[in-house]
């Protein structure tokens, strides 16, 4: 993973230093809460419901051992024992008190980290595909493009005060989307054209929040030298363009759907042509010097396993066949898979990890890896590189940690924001819900006879969630001082972007998970085959059927009545 | 049911130190608990107390007004917001942790 040279770790300690005397001035009453805010929001220091959250970058969900640790630590000195991860792959703490935020800055900086860009109107953590590297689905590793941009974006002196925040994702997969690239301000896909050159296609203006987008392609090949340049066009028409009257209509997908996708091409390309052969150049020398930190490891040579791989699915510990049925995913190097660790056990808020389970993970990641793990968009963790051989032993050892849940992708795994357990701008809670369910469905047998299914949860508009693009999502409103849930069906993020439509009236507390189970019910009695994913029935027969049974008519409940006397 | 009196006013910051939820008694001082919270029946005279908080800036961020209900025995915020805030979270905060559980 990327290395921070000289420069890189005198920011980031300087940084901190400079925050510790910011706080000091706070509480000296030199400078007054409005004053404070910017400064603190620009390291990723919010205020909440009921104590600040500190929230910590790590780029493109890539994480070492020593780092978890570190995060580990942090949970246990200064928090209350836990982290959670976040949809944009990072960590975020929610109970720091104020005069402990420099002291987390530093000890962030001993293992090059820090909160920098996690909030604010500026470039954030930028994302990409959590087996980025390992994929045998992937053209090439993204992440030494990702973490160009990230040292392209931070402190970007133009780009410190944005009409709004800007979230850009990065992935390399032809035929699949695990970035949710189409669901970004600016999403970036590596391709290769008919010649067999390498370039990017590059999305802009997509998005979720109150008024979900799927970006269109503004660019659909730009050269592999040419991103950055690129990239910051898009940044400079935005910048001048976009709205800062209106905050609900700031982000750039706003401003290109009122431009138009050529015109806004248009804009950038004019402004691209004043740049493309400046100082944002990529060199060879420039790629290679980032790429060389995203080499390989040492693999051992193995033969290719999947014979053992099916032996584990279909052996005699179905535990386990569960868990390397569902949570492995093909690798690039035979003999290797990704494991997805499970943060989604019931009874425990999605995304949640104690401290222990930090540093044991870490553990886990030498022994049976090379030290590198990932956090993914869907708030879990993978350990990239594991033998087929050793899986047993790791799932024994994930399983005495409760991280061995064998649901990734089912329906349990699911999204969900703080909502109003912790976030100030929620209207209600998604973690109570995200509990709920997690209890209610947990038998994974029946998760596997669903399918694939993702369930995302907001607790307000701005969706941190992403119940848009949930195939079953929810999003918690507030009706006069009470939680009420609307349900919404046919959303995804992937290669097949589709934005969720919502079924009808909102349910209160006490009956969206009893509605999920009526739509759960519904698809079993619509589908085709087992073969026949809810998405697919979804799309082909459209939210009626599912209507049908949430919201009878008064003739049915009457008639239903009727028969049950 | 119990019978809810008219609405009043309560001032509601946060806590600089670290972020806890505080209230404004009617004396000025400054409290954790929501009972304990200074009510105003107009709007105008929990605005002036808002005012005054505003110049506690070293104790209290963000200080703002929010609508509650006297019951009988207590008192109630009107919004879910404001009553988890008063409760704290719903969920426990710290999750289990298998330490505990092991021998």
Redesign the interface.
């Known amino acids: 993973m990327y290395q921070y040279d000289e420069y890189d770790q005198r920011i980031v300690e300087e940084r901190a230093k400079q925050f510790e005397g910011q706080v000091e001035r ?4 030199e400078i ?2 409005n004053e404070f805010k910017p400064l603190r929001l620009q390291n990723g220091l919010y ?6 959250m500190l929230r910590v970058a790590i780029p493109y969900g890539t994480l070492s051992s020593q780092q978890l640790r570190k995060l580990a630590h942090i949970a246990r000195v200064y928090d ?3 982290g959670h991860l976040t949809t944009r792959q990072n960590m975020q703490y ?2 720091p ?3 402990d935020v420099p002291k987390i800055l530093a000890e962030l900086a001993t293992v090059q980290m820090h909160a920098i860009q996690t909030s604010g109107n500026c470039v954030r953590n930028v994302t990409s595909d959590h087996f980025a590297g390992v994929a045998r689905d992937e053209l090439e590793d993204p992440r030494p493009w990702a973490e160009l941009i990230r040292q392209w974006s931070t402190f970007h002196p133009e780009f410190a005060a944005l009409p709004r925040k800007f979230k850009i994702a990065v992935s390399s997969t032809p035929d699949v989307d695990r970035a949710a690239v189409r669901f970004h301000d600016i999403g970036v896909r590596l391709v290769q054209n008919a010649a067999g050159v390498r370039g990017f296609e590059v999305l802009v203006g997509g998005g979720m929040g109150r008024t979900p987008l799927i970006a269109p392609v503004i660019a659909p090949f730009v050269a592999r030298e040419d991103l950055l340049s690129y990239l910051e066009a898009v940044l400079r028409v935005y910048n001048l363009h976009g709205r800062r009257d209106n905050i609900y209509k700031a982000r750039i997908k706003i401003l290109v759907n009122a431009l138009g996708v050529e015109a806004f091409a248009a804009q950038v390309d004019e402004e691209w042509a004043q740049i493309k052969d400046g100082p944002l150049k990529l060199s060879a020398q420039e790629i290679a010097r980032v790429a060389k930190d995203f080499a390989p490891p040492a693999y051992q040579k193995l033969p290719a396993a999947d014979a053992l791989l099916s032996a584990l699915k279909l052996g005699k510990d179905r535990e386990l066949g569960r868990f390397v049925q569902n949570n492995t995913t093909l690798h690039k190097q035979p003999g290797y898979v990704a494991v997805t660790v499970s943060v989604k056990e019931k ?3 999605p995304g ?3 401290d ?2 930090m540093e044991r993970v870490a553990d886990l990641a030498e022994r049976f890896g090379f030290g590198e793990l990932r956090v993914t968009h869907t708030q879990n963790l993978v350990l990239p590189d594991v033998k087929v051989n050793d899986l047993p032993a790791l799932h024994a050892e994930l399983k ?3 991280l061995a849940t064998a649901n990734a992708n089912k329906l349990t795994d699911i999204i969900a924001c703080p909502g ?3 976030c100030a701008l ?4 998604s ?2 819900v995200g ?1 709920e369910i997690m209890q209610r469905f947990e038998d994974v047998d029946y998760q596997n006879d669903l399918g694939d299914i993702s369930l995302k949860i907001s607790g307000c508009i701005n969706a941190c969630g992403h119940h848009h693009v949930g195939n079953i999502g929810i999003l918690g409103i ?1 009706k006069q ?3 009420y849930y609307q349900l919404m069906l046919g959303g995804s993020p992937g290669h097949d972007a589709s934005i969720g439509e919502t079924l009808g009236r909102a349910f209160p507390r006490g009956e969206i998970v009893d509605a999920v189970d009526t739509v759960l019910k519904r698809y079993l009695e619509l589908r085709s085959s087992a073969d026949d994913a809810f998405i697919d029935v979804v799309r082909r027969l459209g939210l009626t059927p599912f209507k049908e049974v949430l919201y009878p008519a008064p003739q049915q409940l009457q008639e239903a009545a009727h028969a049950n006397h | 049911m119990p019978e809810t009196q008219p609405l009043k006013w309560v001032v509601t910051a ?1 806590f ?6 505080a209230y404004l008694r009617a004396d000025k001082s400054v409290t954790r608990v929501l009972a304990e919270a200074g009510r105003f029946a107009t709007k105008a005279d929990a605005e002036a107390l808002r005012k005054l908080a505003l110049g506690m ?2 104790i209290l ?2 200080p703002y007004l929010i609508e509650v209900a006297e019951l009988p025995d207590g008192i109630d915020a ?4 404001e009553r ?2 008063a409760a ?4 426990r ?7 505990i559980h092991t021998h």
């Open positions: 706070r509480f000296a009453g007054t809460e205020m909440q419901l009921h104590a600040y209350k024992g836990y929610n109970w008190k104020l005069d009874d425990t808020p949640d990890l104690t222990h389970q005495s940690l409760g109003l357990d912790y929620a209207n209600a809670r973690i109570p509990m507030d001082g009470e939680e | 946060n600089t130190s670290e972020g806890g939820v800036e070293a961020a963000d009107l919004s879910a917001r988890i805030r704290g979270p719903t969920i905060v710290r999750r289990p942790d298998p330490r």
